[in-house]
């Protein structure tokens, strides 16, 4: 696959990050937080720009994973325990899947983020603003104790081949297949080379995609679907391992991430994710698409199904996304996504 972003960090961490173990000192509670720059010289905004710099704020600069695990490293040996992340989404999913590796033996930082990409929804879903003050802002929040936290489960998924190749496991907020990766195509190609970003490129994506299904004879096959067999919670798949699908969403955000829309319904719990799957053929596409709108997605109809796991497993042989970047599923084995929890996210009040 030749698919990538300018916001992510392509090489893979050499393994001997896999099993190495540190213990360091943990900071005492009443101790202010101690924040540390993951910046992305890679990311949309900050190509050609300098990286931040603060006054007693570490900040590191990586351009591969590999520099990535060792900058991390370092800031958790200068015991930081906000990590502050220049970047898109992209970035933030490479942090969010170096943590585990640096961070060992100690417990993993709160995030924080400084958008930067061309998407930026976990930035929006916690509140974190595309300002030139907003770091700032942020240590004055910080000084203050005025930080906000936003609680959001982190999903896990193993032994993936990402798109330069290298198996690797990748921890995320967002997962789309079927549709979803199809439509993430457009947006990467066709609607990226406009120059639209943000909330402009998903509009526009969102029209390309549903031109492709109403006015181009559905090049994509999407409404027809694909067989992908489904586990909740360890729960048999009703429909069969050869369900046919059209899309699938997991998300750990809480927020508005279509046309400032959320697509799921129903209860979550802190630790759960949040999916919704599209049973194939698909009819009542313009009927789902006005539920939307109207802010009650439940009312899309019997194929649109959403709710609320710590475990999905998927049987399936399709490439999906995982917070903007395209992977690959090793050929025979399903793609299990695990939730890692609530992870602490803050931004400035």
Request: glycine share 10%.
């Amino acid at each position: 696959m030749t698919t990538t972003l300018d916001d992510s960090f392509f090489a893979p961490a050499p393994s001997r990050f896999d099993t190495d173990v540190f213990v360091r000192p943990k900071r005492r509670p009443s101790e202010a937080p101690k924040l540390g720059v993951v910046y992305n010289p890679r990311a949309t905004a900050n190509v050609g720009r300098a990286p931040l710099r603060a006054i007693g704020t570490p900040c590191v600069a990586p351009t591969t994973h590999a520099e990535l695990v060792d900058a991390l490293r370092e800031l958790a040996d200068r015991e930081v325990d906000t990590v502050v992340v220049s970047g898109g989404d992209g970035t933030v999913r490479d942090v969010l899947s170096a943590i585990p590796s640096a961070y060992a033996g100690m417990p993993e930082p709160a995030i924080a983020v400084l958008p930067a990409g061309r998407t930026d929804l976990i930035a929006g879903d916690i509140g974190a603003q595309a300002r030139e003050d907003e770091l700032a802002r942020l240590l004055a929040a910080t000084r203050d104790r005025t930080l906000r936290t936003h609680l959001r489960p982190v999903f896990r998924i193993e032994d993936v081949i990402a798109p330069n190749g290298e198996v690797r496991t990748v921890r995320g907020m967002l997962f789309g297949a079927l549709a979803f990766e199809v439509a993430t195509r457009i947006g990467q190609g066709e609607i990226h080379a406009t120059g639209a970003s943000h909330g402009k490129a998903v509009t526009m994506t969102v029209l390309k995609t549903l031109e492709n299904l109403f006015l181009r004879g559905d090049p994509d096959a999407l409404r027809r679907g694909r067989p992908v067999g489904m586990r909740v919670n360890g729960r048999p798949d009703v429909a069969g391992p050869d369900a046919m699908r059209s899309l699938l969403l997991v998300s750990g955000l809480r927020g508005d991430i279509v046309l400032d829309r959320s697509p799921f319904w129903g209860p979550a719990l802190p630790h759960e994710v949040r999916y919704l799957e599209v049973s194939a053929p698909t009819s009542g596409i313009v009927r789902a698409f006005g539920a939307l709108m109207a802010r009650r997605p439940w009312l899309a109809g019997d194929a649109w199904r959403s709710g609320a796991a710590s475990s999905i497993e998927l049987a399936m042989d399709r490439p999906f996304v995982v917070d903007g970047e395209i992977f690959e599923p090793q050929a025979g084995r399903p793609v299990r996504l695990v939730s890692d929890g609530p992870t602490r996210f803050v931004a400035p009040a």
